[in-house]
């Protein structure tokens, strides 16, 4: 089975390498069919610090951290709480929800439709703190942010950098928070630290593929990692 979940984060971890997003995505619902929900969550947690960290070392240049400082804060008090829901709420149940909102909001924004929003600021730090909160609890902090950061109208390098960032933050939030709460055993930290290799490489891989993409394709290819996760959570959940 290890063989197989090396290919999966290999996969996924290139994914996040182009887009900047959907690791967590695509592999927690595949690695969760031959391990139990809350421990995925838990490795997810901890490649997801591992990959934003890459990341954030490739696209630093184009960070607009002004900008971001109250989706960070935000997101940083999300994840807190979202450690806490974990130990409730069945991840399933959570991650059916959070599936159909991916799916529903990406064919919204498919259309070309965009809400206009007039205090920027408040509207990072709601979409800050659901990604915080989505993340602690079901490792999914992507699509609250991606979603809003589309809506923006990002440009490429920034839309990476800057989700690269808030990733970056919530994770060692969550990592921490981990810790503190005694979920990342031994035997769990050691099943990362072997995936953290896939990961890595496939990041490196796909920062590299990144800079291929025209803009306009780019955005396409977002949408549908948004489309395919959202689908994933929901069909692997039911399985």
Do not use: C, W, Y
């Not at 031959?34 to 421990?39: C, G, I, L, S, V």
């Not at 069945?90 to 799916?103: S, W």
């Not at 990041?203 to 990692?225: D, W």
């Amino acid at each position: 089975m290890i063989i197989v979940a090396i290919v999966i984060v290999f996969g996924a971890a290139m994914v996040q390498g182009i887009a900047g997003f959907g690791r967590a995505l695509i592999s927690a619902p595949l690695i969760a069919l031959f391990m139990p929900a809350d421990e995925t969550v838990v490795i997810m947690i901890v490649l997801g610090f591992v990959g934003a960290v890459i990341m954030v070392l490739k696209t630093h240049k184009h960070l607009h951290l002004k900008k971001m400082i109250p989706m960070v804060i935000a997101g940083v008090l999300g994840s807190i709480a979202g450690v806490q829901i974990l130990s409730v709420i069945p991840v399933k149940e959570l991650k059916i929800v959070m599936g159909a909102f991916i799916i529903i909001s990406a064919i919204i924004l498919a259309t070309g439709f965009r809400v206009k929003i007039k205090n920027e600021r408040v509207a990072f730090s709601i979409a800050g703190f659901i990604g915080g909160l989505t993340n602690g609890a079901i490792s999914f902090g992507g699509p609250p942010t991606v979603l809003f950061l589309q809506n923006q109208n990002e440009e490429k390098n920034s839309f990476r950098a800057n989700l690269s960032f808030f990733f970056l933050t919530i994770g060692l939030v969550g990592g921490l928070n981990l810790l503190l709460n005694g979920m990342l055993t031994a035997r769990l930290a050691a099943t990362a630290g072997v995936l953290a290799v896939p990961t890595i490489l496939g990041t490196f891989l796909g920062n590299f593929l990144s800079h291929k993409l025209p803009e306009e394709l780019f955005r396409k290819i977002v949408l549908v990692i948004l489309f395919i996760a959202g689908a994933m959570a929901i069909v692997m959940s039911l399985v």
